[in-house]
Structure formats: C-alpha cells, structure tokens
C-alpha cells in the first residue's frame, strides 16, 4: 500500500465519491475516506469554495468536482489509456456514464411523489437501456473493456455508476445485459477493488436523508 | 490556416457547439461549420450513436461529447496548460462553468411557463452570480486568467458560456463584474477568436425552437 496523504470527504453513500474511492483502491493508494452525514454538511456546506462534495484534500491542495478528480488520479497512476486518442474515448464514455446517471438521479431526488414515480419509470425502462446497449456494443468492439481493450477509469465509472443505480432503484439495471453483468463481475474482481467492496460500509437506504 | 479535414455539426446556434467553433478559431484550424435546423435534426438523430450534438467527424471518427472534445482539441494544440495540475485545474473550472450552465437551461427548456419565469428569476439573481464570484475571484488569483495565469481552453469556455447565457436571458449576465467583463472583452480579441466572433452567423431569438 502506498502512503499519501490524501482525505476524501463525500456523503456516507456511493454517489460521486465512489469512483474516486474505487480509484484509490485500485491504484493501492491509502486516503482517508471522510463520510458525513446531512447535520455535519450543512455546517460544513459554507464553508467551502464549492457548495459540493465530493472534496479531495491531497498535497496541499483542496479539490472538488467528482468526475475531474478521477480523471487527475487516473491520469497521475496509468488508468487514462496510453494516448490522447484513447483518453479522448475514455471521456467520451465517461460524460455518458454520468449523463444516464444524472437522467436517473434527477427523478430520485424530485420532492413530487407522483412526477418521482413516473420519472424513475420512464428512467428504468427507457432511459437506462437505451445507454446500457451503447456500452453493451462498447464492450464487443473493447475485448472486454469499454476502451481501447485494457482496463481504465471508464471500467470504474462503469462499476460504480450501474452499482450506485441499481442501489437507488432497488434493482439490478443489468438484469437483461448478461454480457455487462459478467464485466461487472471481473472489474469488481480486480485486486484492490475487491478487497475495498468487502469491507466498505453499508449505504443508506434511501439516499435522500443527506439533502431534505 | 492549416487545413484538416474536421466537420462539425451542430445547431445553429451557440450552445454548446461554440466552444469547439472557438477552440477551432484560437487555434487556426479551418473546419466545415455546419449548423442545423429542427427538421434536419429530426431526421439525423435516429442515425446517430449518441442521441445529441455536436458531433466531430476528424481524422475518420465520429465524435460525441462536446466537453470530451474540447479537451480533446485543446491538449492537442496547446490550450490544456502545462502540467497535469494545470490540466486539473481547468477541468474544474470547466466543470463549474458547465454547472452555471446546465442550472440555467433547465429552466430555459422547462415547458411550463410559471415555473420557467421563476426558474429563470432564481438563476439570474441567486444561482449565476454565485459562480460569477468564484471565477472573479479566480481571475484575481490567476493574473487575469482563469487557470496558471495563461490562456486555456478554461478561458474559451467561460467567454462561449457567458456569451450563450446573455443571450438565452436576454441581459449581460457580467453587468455587475467589471473585471470579468474586461477579461471577457479581452479573450474575445485574441486572434483568431476576434475574426470569428466578427463573421459568425446570427443566432435564433429562441433557442427552443430547435427542440419543440
């Protein structure tokens, strides 16, 4: 294990923190992995350069922004491919993981319960497939991979947004993409990363304690 | 002018086509402008890999995304700064600048009129002038940048970003910061970017006829 001095803080669930957690874990890089609770943000919230969390502290400097994390980290431990072409491809799937995530989460967090209902819906059975097949195909053409057929930081987006899905839904979203399901497996297989899903904490039930 | 063989397709309009058009003006590249309407849209769209714009024909691909490829573009040609810690910061910036964006056009394309006026009311008074701060302050810390004290693609973004929503919210959202609107004024005659924004095509008045 490596030693670095870095303190993640983010909500005590998966969320945008997960992927920089997993990246760590992947790359064998110890952190202090802060989880708060909605009391403790909404002291903390103020404070901040950037009313957000995820918030990495690491040499001397505070950094927000999820997805702008992982790619730093990705890039500095060998997980951005091996080419602007493919760290291109890379982002490319990356901002379309997080578009299916925000097209879902944007339902989840409605306040009104009959637009909630319908939202999720219409998330689950339209929304979520019509991006699942993308990265279905993306899987043939990648060896096993979403990219250029080597393991990167997309994999990971990939693992900790369909989990982070599937947890709010209270449903697998792979359930009709055997093909995903497997990839999923062996991605969450990984040394490093299978040692972290072993131990990390449980999740709330319901993600939206930390923000109403 | 150095020729490539690149092709964008977009709306025409500026959205989020512009910063690509800008990043391809500040770096000399001619490139096939081409700028859609609603009925070439409707039937383009089901063709398509990912069900948006703008998409990049270069070098024999087909690319999606417009955040992933204006980094794309720029660490190819200079603007992506000079370090991995440089790159890190204007991918945060640009981050922030997308979510002062993307807070202002979901209520721009919000259908139900009430709730568009109030939308739109919120973020001209609370939400914009909440990150106006944060780049101003940037701007201050950064001698008269937004990232590193030079030019990146983070400055191309904010001027495309501000320019775009002045002219969805039909006021200069920098009345009240002088100094960005220098900045702002500046960026806009570097070369290249000032001989575009003087030929460029006229915008629609509403941008939502592209999409209703």
């Known amino acids: 294990m490596r030693i670095m001095v870095a ?22 890089i110890e952190f202090e992995d802060i ?11 103020p404070t901040l350069k950037l ?53 879902t989460v944007v339902h989840y967090y409605q306040p009104d319960s009959e637009a909630r209902t319908n ?25 096993g991979y979403l990219v250029a057929g080597k393991f990167t930081w997309a994999d990971i987006l990939f693992l900790s947004h369909t989990d982070y ?9 792979l359930v009709n993409f055997p093909n995903l399901k497997k990839y999923r497996e062996k991605i969450s297989d990984l040394p490093g990363i299978k040692e972290y899903l072993q131990k990390r904490p449980p999740h709330p039930g319901d993600c939206r304690v930390f923000f109403f």
Request: net charge neutral.
């Open 35 to 45: 989880r708060i609770g909605k009391e403790e943000w909404q002291k903390l919230k």
């Open 119 to 143: 939202g999720l819906k219409e998330a689950i059975n339209v929304t979520i497939p019509s991006y699942l097949k993308i990265f279905d195909k993306q899987l043939e053409e990648n060896k």
């Open 7 to 28: 303190k993640l803080t983010y909500f005590a669930m998966m969320g945008l923190g997960e992927p920089i957690r997993l990246i760590f874990a992947a790359t064998n």
């Open 51 to 103: 009313p957000h969390l995820p918030m990495l502290e690491m040499d001397g400097k505070t950094i927000f922004q999820a997805i702008a994390i992982c790619r730093y980290l990705a890039r500095k431990n060998g997980l951005c491919g091996s080419s602007e072409d493919e760290a291109l491809d890379i982002d490319v799937t990356v901002d379309t993981l997080e578009d299916m995530r925000k097209k």
């Open 165 to 173: 899905l599937s947890y709010l839904l209270l449903l697998d979203i």
